[in-house]
């Protein structure tokens, strides 16, 4: 489940009041949960996954995309599986931990691990919301935000998609503060 920790130290973890506080930057958090069958929860318990077996993960959790397909207009997704023992880890994490827009919305599907996005809310506060599996976010294009991992440096997330070709990062002037 998501928490929000906000600059004065204070950590918020009712769904609604985080739901509140993000709205501003029209931040749609969601839970949605992963379900319960054995094959998938053993999936999710691994480190790592061949790319079968992130298929297999994905078409499990593929009713949520056809929604998003239906309602959205997405196209794509695709699996990161993220965990201590990657190669070029902190290269990779170090792309998203500074401040940074997207030309298109950034959508992740939490579904094992933990992941953090901070955001600069408009009355120039800072907070980090920190996800964790079953949590669904999206990030609206030309929001500022970074992202890292928590110190258990183990995420998999679902990533959508409406094209590819707005995903990289623009990074912005803003020292992050937390
Ligand atoms: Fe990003």
């Known amino acids: ?12 973890t009712d769904i609604r009041l985080i ?7 029209g931040v749609d958090l969601q839970y949605w ?24 993960l994905l078409q499990a ?14 196209q794509t997704r695709d699996l990161i599986v993220i965990h201590a023992d990657l190669p070029n880890l902190d290269a990779m994490l170090a792309k998203f931990d500074k401040c940074h827009t997207h030309a298109d ?9 933990e992941g953090v996005f901070g955001f600069v809310l408009p009355d120039g506060q800072q907070v980090e919301l920190t996800m964790a599996a079953g949590d669904y976010i999206n990030v609206p294009h030309s929001t500022e935000h970074w992202f890292r991992l928590t110190p258990m440096r183990r995420v998999k997330a679902v990533r959508y998609f409406t094209s590819t070709a707005g995903w990289v990062p623009e990074y912005t ?6």
């Open 1 to 12: 489940m998501a928490s929000l920790k906000r600059q004065n130290g204070t950590v918020e």
């Open 19 to 25: 739901q509140e506080g993000l709205a501003p930057l």
């Open 33 to 56: 949960p992963t379900g319960g069958s054995e094959r998938l929860q053993a999936l999710l318990a691994q480190a790592s996954l061949d790319d079968n077996e992130k298929e297999e």
């Open 61 to 74: 959790l593929d009713h949520y995309f056809e929604q998003l397909k239906r309602n959205a207009g997405y």
């Open 105 to 113: 919305d950034e959508v992740r599907y939490v579904v094992d691990g």
């Open 173 to 178: 002037a803003t020292p992050i503060c937390l």
